[in-house]
């Protein structure tokens, strides 16, 4: 196992904190303008040092047992969370309240567009299977795999906007 980088561990955690701090109400409206100044970086760099760090070195299905650990809890907790909404959004007065929780509903939830906090969890996943796939199984420059790879993922997030 190769040994960690203490300063990317760092950052990462400075990028968690900052999400967290900037998550809780009071915050965000005592400091409207620091909130507008830390989003423009703080998940940007948070998911740029994590997909940095993904080891796409592997044969497929030790990658898909490793992308396992991230869609398994997404599931879960995205599952959750809609049907937390669904039972008790509308009397809490939620602005993220569901009315109708069928399956349908929750694929597109789940696949699409997710309502909860684990969005960042799709996010990776679909970047990681496209990070994958172009730089495991295509054969050119490692500049034209970045470029393809941020089409594919810019394409992705255009058509679901």
Not at 36 to 58: C, D, E, R
Not at 93 to 109: C, F, P, Q, W
Request: hydrophobic share 55%; glycine share 4%.
């Amino acid at each position: 196992m190769q040994q960690r980088i203490a300063e990317i561990d760092y950052l990462k955690g400075v990028m968690i904190i900052l999400v967290v701090m900037f998550h809780l109400v009071a915050l965000d409206i005592a400091y409207p303008t620091v909130r507008m100044a830390v989003y423009t970086f703080h998940v940007p760099v948070f998911l740029i040092i994590s997909g940095y760090l993904t080891n796409i070195n592997k044969n497929p299905e030790d990658y898909g047992k490793s992308l396992l650990r991230l869609i398994v809890p997404y599931i879960v907790f995205e599952s959750v969370y809609m049907v937390l909404l669904h039972s008790f959004g509308g009397g809490l007065n939620a602005t993220l309240s569901i009315e109708t929780l069928t399956l349908k509903d929750v694929a597109i939830r789940l696949l699409v567009y997710p309502v909860g906090a684990y969005w960042y969890l799709q996010v990776l996943i679909v970047c990681g299977i496209v990070y994958y796939l172009v730089f495991h199984f295509l054969k050119m420059a490692n500049s034209s795999k970045f470029l393809l790879m941020s089409t594919i993922v810019y394409a992705i997030a255009y058509s679901v906007r």
